[in-house]
């Protein structure tokens, strides 16, 4: 629908824009879900597709000194169909990491990198 709504200039606020905080790079194995309050909503993303987002998310973090979630979210606000992606925190040392993101400017290729691995299948 991204198409649809960049055409009828549809503004999108992307809800869940950390997947439940699969994002983060936190959840990498099923042992990783045990204890926390949203693994059972990320156990969908525990598979061959999910962990090869995190991989390009993480590799991406390294060359920005950045974290998974910060490059996710600077992805989303790169795009030109988001208006704004929702996000939530569970401390003040989150939420700061979190605003953070909207300072980094991912170049051309770190979007396009992105854009290929989250393609969906």
């Known amino acids: 629908m991204e ?3 960049l055409q009828e200039k549809v503004g999108v606020i992307s809800y869940f824009s950390l997947a439940s905080g699969f994002l983060t790079g936190k959840y990498r194995s099923k042992s ?3 204890g ?5 909503l990320v156990e969908k993303y525990l598979n061959d ?7 390009t998310l993480d590799g991406v973090a390294v060359r920005y000194s950045a974290k998974p979630a910060q490059i996710a979210l600077a992805w989303l606000i790169a795009r ?3 208006t704004a992606p929702i996000v939530s925190a569970t401390n003040l040392e989150q939420l700061a990491e979190l605003a953070s993101a909207a300072e980094i400017k991912l170049d051309a ?4 990198q992105i854009d290929q691995v989250s393609k969906p299948r």
């Open 36 to 40: 926390r309050l949203r693994g059972p």
């Open 80 to 82: 030109p169909s988001i």
């Open 3 to 5: 198409e649809l709504c």
């Open 32 to 34: 990783d879900m045990e």
């Open 49 to 55: 597709f999910g962990l090869g987002v995190i991989r």
């Open 109 to 112: 290729a770190a979007i396009q």
